[in-house]
């Protein structure tokens, strides 16, 4: 369960379609909830998910973490022990999870600094969706890391990349086919499957890292209205995006 967090998976919204659609006269889109309230007899039932017409990312622009958050990380405060972000994305385009840092990317820039007493990023923007057209809802996951057993971030970033491929919501995901069609039952088992993604990936985190938080959640659902910045804080922490 992340820390921080933002929106919910059912806040997606989609265009019924077929027997269900025409007997409940749903016509345009709709929000997940009402459409698997409406639908709960009657499958299945095709969906057409909601897609932005731009290309959309999300960018890290602030992190602050005060001395109070040693609740979650022992050694916040420890110039000797760096910490580290890692996150992953994904939407219901149908492509596979996107993990992040990069295996090309420098680790420095994925470092949150110590500065005095607390930890801070606040220098420029840290790319954690690159642009590109979502189809139905963006989720974003942060986790912050650290380790004095000497765990490389590649290693650490490259052992959560595999175990996100032959997770449960890489697989669901993958039925979903290039032109944004599915069915309700469809989208339940994607939403199930992302519950379950954090006890997945748990084990990796625990075997390599001394310390790790599931920071931060977000859902960012493909609307009219796009939503350009965010910001959270709460358990001694900030947290800024822009997208």
Known sequence: MPLLSRGAFEQFEATPSGPAADEYGLTGRHPFTVLREVTRGLQPVPLKFAASAEERGIALTRLVLTMGSRVMLRRVADASTPLHILCWSWDLSGEPPLVHPAPDADPARWQV????????????????????????????????????????????????????????????????????????????????????????????????CTDYVDFFEGFYPVVDDVVRSDRLAGFHSELSLRM
């Not at 986790?143 to 490259?158: C, E, K, M």
């Open 113 to 208: 600094p110590l500065r005095g007493d607390e930890r801070r990023l606040d220098e420029g923007p840290l790319e954690l969706v690159p642009p590109r057209r979502i189809v139905g809802s963006q989720s974003v996951r942060i986790i912050l890391w650290q380790s004095d057993r000497g765990a490389d971030p590649a290693t650490v970033t490259g052992e959560v990349r595999e175990a996100l491929r032959h997770s449960r919501l890489a697989s669901t995901l993958a039925t979903l086919s290039p032109d944004a069609r599915a069915t309700m039952m469809t989208a339940v088992g994607v939403r199930e499957a992302a519950g379950e993604l954090g006890r997945e990936i748990a084990p990796v985190l625990r075997a390599l």
